[in-house]
């Protein structure tokens, strides 16, 4: 066994505007990001998003980050590296465990 934790990745910046992936553009894609959002706030999840910050010097790609930013600010989200996730999640279980 391997003591990790694993996080799966919900939205990948590419993904959703390459055109060799879903080519969404910048309006679907907003939508797809802020209903993903709803969704994970809905149920208490956590949201993993991945934007490349080579892909931010791109007007699309950086307005949809702003999108995920704005959208989980009004949904109260807290922002976390993956360390910070870590670090809550084994506390939690510790918690539970204890």
């Known amino acids: ?19 060799d992936a879903l080519e969404l553009g910048l309006e679907l894609g907003r939508d797809v990001i802020r209903g993903l959002i709803d969704r994970m706030a809905g ?17 699309d790609y950086l307005e949809l980050f702003r999108t995920a930013v ?3 600010l009004e949904r109260d ?18 918690r539970l465990s204890g």
Request: aromatic share 8%.
């Open 1 to 19: 066994s391997i003591d990790l934790v694993e996080l799966p990745l919900l939205v990948h910046d590419g993904a959703l505007l390459r055109p």
């Open 43 to 59: 149920v208490g999840g956590v949201a993993t998003l991945i934007f490349h910050p080579n892909n931010l010097g791109q007007a």
């Open 70 to 72: 704005d959208h989980g």
């Open 77 to 94: 989200a807290w922002f976390a590296s993956l360390r910070d996730l870590d670090e809550w999640w084994r506390a939690r279980e510790a």
